[in-house]
């Protein structure tokens, strides 16, 4: 059974990793330069793009479709994340036990997720198995059942996890940030429901959503292994062949975030609180990305090398964690960062940002630091291509991003491409001090609350 039945996070996860991890993930990569991306469309006119690796006996593939939770409508949030728990929970004349013991048989796996703006699957399966898998993939996506048996177990679970999410103080601070940031727009409700919500979905709602949303016009696909353009193509048009040519448009506007410097408190009874912090960002083709990724890198991206770290955490031991990172949405930009720290720091972590947030936009980055970043961020770029999933997986990011086939060969000169001017005028530009907003979730001590909340 799949088994992602639980809520959405707004911000992407920390990349924290040890120097010994790093090394020892490098050290197996596949170098990005080794791969090489076919373009295959099949008979019917579906394209996928494909890297050959024919050394297991192994094909994984990934797809998406442009569309995910921004897409739930009004009162049904949730919809989507409940439709990837649902999807392989029986299909045609399967039900739940028959569609899992057919996968179980051969050994295939397969799951299905949802994130704020795609909705997307992964199949991996040994060639021997190739015919039993896509046929199952074929009807998962075209003849869900959404049985009553296994809607009622997976809507429970889901509530359940709602429950202890609304206990979760990090889970809370996203809840809060993405509210706070982007009121009166998709991007500012829950992802993964409300109880409420979660309550009203019917199969009728599920069988909507497939209908509107699964379509050769916002279908992407990835796959790596061994298989051949001609095998792919016969593939390709038997699991996707069957979908309608259009999807139902999802209109989402651009929207900037709603950050004024305020710092929201969510009290909560534990010892530790959850801290998020952020304000715009550049957006994924803002002709300043590479040097605002770069400068993102020295600030608090570089986990145990950037400046918020060793301010905060070297220094001072005053935070658990603490870090920065750019989420470049669809329609919005965003710089957000994240600590933890005892109720007792809190209001000296918060300052020690603020200050270090002024100190870089005022007066930028070294050369030095510039170069490490560069080094890191060009050297650790094979550890996307450690495993066929990963590829595959990324081979689909790119497209959804709207960048070219030849991106993974360009990617590292575009780096190589900043000059420390580049990253100090961005630093100056996309540094507001004035706009950072935080949420706090705990019991912070001398706080002062420019707005308090009690927890929802």
């Known amino acids: 059974m799949n088994t992602h039945h639980g809520w959405r996070r707004f911000w992407a996860r920390l990349p924290v990793l040890s120097a010994v991890l790093v090394l020892a993930l490098f050290a197996g990569a596949l170098p990005a330069r080794a791969i090489e991306i076919e373009k295959v469309v099949s008979p019917g006119g579906i394209t996928a793009w494909l890297v050959q690796d024919h050394q297991n006996p192994i094909v994984n593939l990934r797809f998406a479709f442009r569309g995910g939770s921004t897409a739930d409508p009004v009162g049904k949030e949730g919809l989507a994340d409940f439709v990837s728990g649902m999807l392989d929970e029986g299909a ?35 060639v021997r198995a190739r015919d039993e898998a896509v046929e199952l993939l074929r009807l998962a996506l075209s003849a869900p059942r959404f049985d009553a048996q296994p809607l009622s177990r997976v809507r429970n679970q889901i509530l359940v996890g709602l429950r202890q999410a609304a206990e979760n103080p990090d889970h809370v601070a996203n809840e809060t940030m993405s ?12 992802s993964g429901g409300t109880p409420e919500s979660i309550a009203s979905i019917t199969r009728d709602d599920m069988i909507g959503f497939v209908k509107n949303r699964f379509a050769k016009d916002n279908l992407y696909l990835g796959v790596v292994g061994d298989i051949t353009p001609a095998a792919l193509g016969q593939l390709l048009d038997k699991v996707f062949g069957h979908l309608p040519d259009k ?15 305020e710092t929201f408190v969510i009290r909560k009874p534990v010892t530790q609180s959850a801290i998020l912090f952020g304000h715009a960002g550049p957006m994924r083709h803002d002709p300043d990305y590479y040097a605002a990724y770069l400068l993102n890198y020295v600030l608090g991206g570089g986990s145990f090398n950037s400046r ?9 031991g005053l935070a ?10 669809d329609h919005a930009g965003l710089l957000l960062g994240s600590a933890g720290t005892d109720n007792a720091r809190v209001s000296e972590t918060l300052q020690l940002v603020r200050t270090e947030w002024q100190r870089v936009a005022r007066d930028g980055i070294t050369a030095k630091e510039l170069d490490d970043a560069k080094r890191y961020v060009t050297g650790s770029y094979a550890l996307q291509f450690t495993s066929s999933g990963r590829i595959a997986g990324t081979l ?7 960048l070219g086939s030849d991106y993974i060969d360009k990617r590292n000169g575009y780096f190589a491409a900043v000059t420390l001017a580049d990253v100090n005028r961005v630093a100056e530009k996309v540094l507001q001090l004035s706009n950072l907003t935080f949420i706090v979730v705990g019991q912070p001590e001398g706080v002062t609350e420019l707005k308090a909340t009690a927890p929802r």
């Open 396 to 402: 689909v990011g790119l497209q959804l991003e709207g």
């Open 179 to 190: 509210r706070k940031f982007f009121p009166n727009h998709p991007y500012g409700r829950p």
């Open 308 to 316: 918020l770290w060793v301010e905060v955490r070297e220094k001072r």
């Open 92 to 126: 045609g004349d399967l039900d739940s036990q028959a569609y899992q013991r057919r996968l179980e048989k051969e050994s295939i796996a397969l799951s299905f997720s949802s994130s704020l703006e795609s909705f997307g699957g992964s199949l991996r399966t040994l």
């Open 320 to 329: 658990y964690s603490v870090g920065t990172f750019l989420h470049p949405l």
């Open 247 to 261: 999807s139902v448009p999802v209109v989402t506007a651009d929207v900037l975030p709603v950050t004024s410097g």
